[in-house]
C-alpha cells in the first residue's frame, strides 16, 4: 500500500525539525559562507566552498576555511583590486602546500581568478551568468557556463572533476548546492539572487539523499545521476510547489551525520522521522508517490 503525500510532507517536516538546526549547519560548508555579512563575500565563499563540498565533511570543511583565508574579511573587495599578476602571486604563495583530495592549490587560484573574471564581465557577480535567456530552462546558462570554464581553466583533474555538465547528464551536485544556497531563501540558504526561481532548481544529489531517497519512494532510479536528481526533484516538487528542495538540508544531513544504518530496524531508527515511510531493507521498492 501506498504512502499518501500528505503523511510523506508530514515526516519530512519531522525530519526537518531534527537536523535544521544550528549543530547540524556546523557540520556543512554552508556554515563558513554565513560567516561573512556582504552579499558578494558569501558569493564568492560560497563558489568556494560548494566547489570543495565532497569527501568527508570535516576535513572538507577545513580545507574551505583554508583557501578563504588569505582572501581576508572581504574577499570580494580583495578579488575585485587586486591585479591578477598580485593575486596570482599572493594567493600561490599561500596555497603553495595546500591539497584537498583532487584539488591542489593551483586549482583554487585558477578558481579564484575564474570568478574575477565573471565578475568584470557582468560587473555584479555570478549570477548574470546563470540567469537562463527566454524559454530556456536554467540547466542551458549552467551549461554555457561550464563549458566556458572548461575552455578557460587549467586542464587538471580536480578541475575537470568539478566541472560536469547537465547537459551531458551529469547530477552536479557541486553546482546545484551553489545555487540552492544563493537562490533558495528559507533556512538555512542566502536568497541573495533573485532572478533565478527557487521552484525551478534541482537537488543537489549526493550518496545519502540518493539512499535515503529511494529508502522513501522518492525515486526508483538506482544510478545517482541527473535523471535521478530530476525525479525526486519532481517528487519533492508535489510536496512542496514553490520550495521543492526545502527537505534537502534535512535528507543529506540524515545520512552525513551516520545517523541512517541503512536498514530499517525498531531499535536503530528509532529516532527517524521517516520511519514509517521507510522502506530501507525491505523488498518491496513501490514507488510512494503516484
Ligand atoms: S533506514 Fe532508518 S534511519 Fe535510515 S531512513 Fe530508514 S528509518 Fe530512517
Redesign the pocket.
Given at each position: 500500500m501506498g504512502t499518501s503525500a500528505s503523511h510523506l510532507k508530514a515526516r519530512l517536516e519531522g525530519l526537518c525539525a531534527r537536523y535544521d538546526s544550528a549543530a547540524a549547519l556546523g557540520k556543512d560548508p554552508l556554515s563558513l559562507v554565513l560567516g561573512y555579512t556582504e552579499p558578494l563575500d558569501q558569493e564568492v565563499a560560497a563558489f568556494v566552498a560548494a566547489h570543495l563540498a565532497y569527501g568527508r565533511v570535516d576535513p572538507m570543511v577545513r580545507a574551505v576555511g583554508e583557501v578563504l583565508r588569505p582572501l581576508g574579511p572581504r574577499p570580494a573587495a580583495w578579488l575585485r583590486e587586486g591585479s591578477e599578476a598580485r593575486i596570482r602571486k599572493e594567493l600561490n604563495r599561500a596555497l603553495i602546500s595546500w591539497t584537498w583530495r583532487f584539488h591542489t592549490g593551483p586549482d583554487l587560484v585558477a578558481w579564484l581568478l575564474a570568478w574575477k573574471r565573471l565578475d568584470q564581465d557582468s560587473g555584479q557577480g555570478l549570477e548574470a551568468q546563470l540567469v537562463p535567456g527566454p524559454g530556456e530552462e536554467h540547466d542551458a546558462a549552467l551549461s554555457r557556463l561550464v563549458q566556458r570554464l572548461r575552455r578557460e581553466l587549467p586542464a587538471s583533474y580536480g578541475t575537470r572533476f568539478t566541472l560536469p555538465d547537465p547537459l551531458e547528464g551529469a547530477a552536479c551536485k557541486r553546482w546545484r548546492m551553489f545555487l540552492r544556497w544563493m537562490v533558495r531563501s528559507g533556512w538555512p540558504d542566502l536568497g541573495l539572487w533573485k532572478r533565478l526561481a527557487p521552484d525551478q532548481l534541482i537537488i543537489p544529489l549526493d550518496t545519502h539523499v540518493a539512499r535515503?531517497s529511494r529508502?522513501?519512494g522518492l525515486t526508483r532510479r538506482a544510478t545517482p545521476d541527473g535523471k535521478m536528481a530530476r525525479e525526486i526533484t519532481e517528487s519533492l516538487r508535489r510536496l512542496d510547489p514553490a520550495d521543492p528542495l526545502r527537505y534537502d538540508f534535512a535528507l543529506s544531513h540524515?545520512g552525513i551525520l551516520g545517523?541512517?544504518?541503512?536498514?530499517?530496524?525498531r531499535r536503530?531508527?528509532a529516532e527517524?522521522?521517516?520511519?514509517s515511510v521507510?522502506r530501507?531493507?525491505s523488498e518491496s521498492a513501490a514507488r510512494i508517490l503516484s
Open positions: 535515503v529508502f522513501i540524515l545517523d541512517c544504518p541503512g536498514l530499517r530496524h536503530t531508527c527517524c522521522a521517516l520511519y521507510c530501507a531493507g
